[in-house]
């Protein structure tokens, strides 16, 4: 799976987590440029990312996670394990 | 929403809830209703999803959340919030992470008698406060089993484990359930064992965001306690309609013979169709109406159901549609038959086309994907939680003999010409008076159910009927119905507060399996009756109309009232000045009251 491949299956579960399709995603994407991502809608996020992926992300990558770049490297990294 | 019908979707549901919620929004009709979520964890996606189920059964609810692990002070402590939010509902969503104390391998029998009496306690006395200040129902979560088993397989015999003190707590919160009305218990316990302990309780969930079970079996959780609710607001479901062939037994008896069919106890297959046959038997004991609604010829159908080995005998049916019309037309006639609304049916059917086609012409119906194997469609129809029983009345026990009686009813109805002969010939009996506690609980059953002849709408939980009948300032009547076929039990309530010298009508209801027996206008002459003694002077009638009680548009007419408002949307006021010499509506049913 290349990065863009993840930022693309993640554009597709931003949008429908967040219902809003004019959703796009960059590495520095953070949840200030969000409107709906609190610290609930996080947990669905990771929820449906763990699901897309088939991945379980561990405990201290969910809570230091900065930016979608960062997800997509955890992402990257869980599933080549 | 077919994607909030069991089996559902978790993930998908967790992921597209914002859209789904938006979809649901679009619905007519909700009925609004007042959640109070007092939690011993993090609620909000529980109390989110919750949302979602409660919109597809029609339920419009507005949540109060208590903060973080607050349920207890949030019961137990003055809160001017929640008063003022005023609940209809309190869910104590606790769990076991919420126990307090433990035994200790150490500790004497004593010692653990005392921890469980103190647990126990703590719950007792929130809920006495709740029911005392808030008079509203009450929904608590049992416990599920703990993670782990310090002790291995002992832990469920030995009073030191975890498992064995769990099961103690659980049977303790049961003993209370079983003997207090509007308080149920969530059973977690049993959900949880069924999603799978170890999955439901990842402690991941717990440590980085207080959720006392995983995100992932929150709509398995939501939806079972969804289904309490629906139920307590008498949004179950009353019929369980059955397809005959490859349903109800193995094989298609037009083209088998009833000798060839697979049913009793002779093959797997025959054994799998045999247990099915006898939940429907057991389903229909708890007053869900039975019928069938098959493509056969009748008589060669009914033959399956006369083998020595079936279950199910033609006699458990209260209605056959055996012929050859469209399945989703039967079902209408049906609905008609019984005085019922189509979406009051479940249809059970193992055909895929079948299906669709009832889908497509009855919305509001159950169609359950009951998937091709037999094997399986008891956990479907069973966790689908159609018939969610809170309250089981001895009433809800007789009903399929009732409806049976009813049919006897209409057969006599054919030996008369003249509808007043007939009505004669029934020698009814009504027991028309005051409320009595004996029938609070079905009385506020009935304002729930009754939808069609039913002029307000208004919806009573059972403490909302024992404050207007303990109420001066209110005139509350019910209605019980017999006649020399059987008896129907509470059929029709009427509540009215008095304002100076008027009496305004809150609430009339009638059940539609007591229509055209008269039994409207016994209710107006005890009405009138009580008015009277009470110098009255007048009676104010409304009638709000709802997509499904327009058989009373104009009920207030017939009774001899006269209409004084009208709005755009239908709504009427009518009006009826009383005076002395009242003629007595009532002529064929003979009022026998007992006194209180």
């Known amino acids: 799976m290349t990065r863009e491949e993840v930022f693309e299956r993640l554009t597709d579960v931003f949008r429908t987590v967040f219902d809003d399709e004019t959703i796009e995603l960059s590495d520095s994407t953070t949840s200030e440029d969000i409107d709906d991502w609190d610290s609930f809608e996080h947990i669905n996020l990771i929820v449906a990312v763990e699901e897309e992926f088939s991945i379980n992300i561990p405990m201290g990558e969910v809570t230091t996670m900065k930016n ?14 | 929403m077919k994607e909030l019908e069991y089996p559902f979707n978790s993930e998908e549901i967790i992921r597209r809830k914002k859209q789904f919620r938006k979809q649901l929004l679009k619905n007519p009709g909700l009925t609004p209703l007042k959640i109070a979520v007092l939690g011993g964890a993090t609620t909000n996606d529980i109390v989110k999803i919750m949302e979602l189920f409660l919109l597809n059964y029609g339920i419009c609810p507005e949540f109060y959340e208590s903060e973080y692990n607050r349920y207890y ?114 059973d977690i316990n049993y959900i949880s064992a069924s999603y799978g302990i170890e999955k439901w309780s990842d402690p991941f969930y717990w440590h980085m965001y207080k959720y ?34 490859n349903t109800l037994w193995g094989g298609v008896i037009g083209d088998d013979g009833a000798d060839n069919i697979e049913t009793g106890q002779e093959t797997p297959i025959g054994q799998t169709y045999s247990e099915f046959q006898s939940y429907v038997k057991s389903i229909g004991q708890l007053g869900v109406l039975l019928t069938l609604n098959s493509k056969n010829d009748e008589e060669t159908a009914l033959e399956g159901l006369r083998r020595d080995d079936s279950v199910l005998k033609p006699d458990d049916f209260v209605l056959k549609k055996i012929n050859w019309m469209p399945k989703s037309e039967n079902l209408i006639d049906s609905a008609k038959d019984l005085s ?16 669709e086609i009832v889908r497509a012409n009855v919305p509001g119906a159950a169609v359950p994907e009951i998937g091709d194997r037999p094997e399986h469609y008891i956990n479907i129809i069973d966790r689908s939680g159609f018939f969610e029983v809170t309250n089981l009345s001895k009433d809800d026990m007789k009903r399929n003999e009732m409806y049976k009686v009813n049919a006897k009813r209409m057969e006599s109805l054919k030996a008369f010409t003249d509808y007043g002969e007939y009505l004669k010939s029934l020698e009814m009996k009504a027991e028309i008076q005051d409320f009595i506690p004996a029938y609070m609980s079905r009385i506020s059953q009935l304002t729930n159910k009754s939808n069609q002849f039913n002029l307000t709408t208004k919806r009573y939980t059972q403490s909302e009927i024992e404050a207007v009948a303990d109420n001066d300032s209110y005139i509350t009547i019910y209605g019980k119905l017999a006649d020399k076929f059987g008896d129907n039990g509470v059929v029709s309530v009427v509540v009215g507060h008095i304002i100076g010298d008027e009496c305004h009508i809150d609430l009339w209801i009638m059940s539609c399996r007591v229509l055209k027996r008269d039994m409207e206008f016994a209710m107006m002459d005890i009405l009138v009756e009580k008015c009277l003694s009470k110098n009255i002077k007048s009676i104010t009638g409304y009638y709000y109309p709802t997509a499904k009680n327009a058989m009373v548009k104009e009920f207030y007419a017939l009774q001899g009232f006269e209409k004084v408002f009208e709005d755009e949307e239908g709504n009427t006021r009518w009006k009826f000045e009383l005076d002395k010499d009242y003629i007595k509506k009532n002529k064929y049913i003979h009022i026998e009251n007992s006194g209180k």
């Open chain 1, 68 to 81: 979608v770049g960062e997800m997509a490297d955890i992402i990257l990294a869980e599933s080549s394990k």
């Open chain 2, 73 to 186: 002070e949030d019961a137990m402590f003055p809160n001017p919030e929640l008063e003022a939010f005023k609940p209809d509902i309190i869910f104590i969503c606790t769990f076991n992470r919420n126990i307090t104390s433990y035994p200790e391998i150490g500790d004497t029998s004593d010692v653990i008698a005392g921890k469980l009496e103190n647990e126990y306690t703590r719950f007792e006395n929130m809920w006495k406060m709740i029911a005392s200040k808030y008079k509203c129902t009450i929904i608590q979560n049992n416990f599920e089993y703990p993670f782990f088993r310090l002790m291995g397989n002992r832990d469920a015999s030995d009073p030191h484990g975890r498992v064995n003190f769990i099961t103690k707590l659980n049977m303790r919160f049961n003993e209370y359930a079983d003997s207090t009305e509007n308080f149920y218990i969530h």
């Open chain 2, 212 to 245: 006392a079970l995983s995100v992932p079996a929150i709509p398995d959780f939501s939806f079972n306690v969804s289904n309490i609710i629906k139920s307590v607001m008498g949004k179950n479901k009353k019929v369980l309609m059955l397809d005959m062939d």
């Open chain 2, 340 to 355: 019922l609304l189509p979406d009051s049916f479940v249809f059970v059917d193992d055909n895929p086309a079948e299906r």
